[in-house]
């Protein structure tokens, strides 16, 4: 079964913005930072952005600037916000949960395709 569920994927026209939802449980979500990652058509995949429990985030200097990455916790959901996008953003996208310091205890999204357009 699917422990992490996301959404919000899909075709845009360069500039434009989405945001793209992971929910999970509470014991995950509890317990584990989370992430976002991607992978490029026929490219290897890449940290996109991450949030750590008390709120840390660190991001690919290729979105700095235009992508936010956010948690709520009302709803155990991290959120990747996507503004001025671009040709290279297109990729599949995979949400990730996984213990801070160590980096085991893997959760792994199905992904969601996101594909910009000139």
């Known amino acids: 079964q699917v422990q992490l569920v996301e959404s919000g994927g899909g075709l845009v026209r360069a500039g434009g913005s989405l945001r793209l939802s992971c929910a999970t449980s509470?014991?995950?979500?509890?317990?584990?930072?989370m992430g976002w990652y991607r992978q490029p058509p026929g490219k290897q995949r890449e940290l996109v952005a991450m949030i750590t429990g008390g709120g840390s985030t660190n991001y690919a200097d290729s979105v700095k600037g235009r992508f936010t990455i956010s948690r709520d916790a009302a709803k155990n959901t991290v959120y990747l916000q996507m503004n001025s996008l671009k040709l290279e953003d297109t990729a599949v996208y995979y949400c990730?949960?996984?213990?801070?310091?160590?980096?085991?205890?893997?959760?792994w999204g199905q992904g969601t395709q996101v594909t910009v357009s000139s």
């Open positions: 990730n949960a996984r213990y801070f310091n160590s980096g085991s205890g893997d959760y």
């Open positions: 509470r014991i995950i979500f509890s317990t584990r930072a």
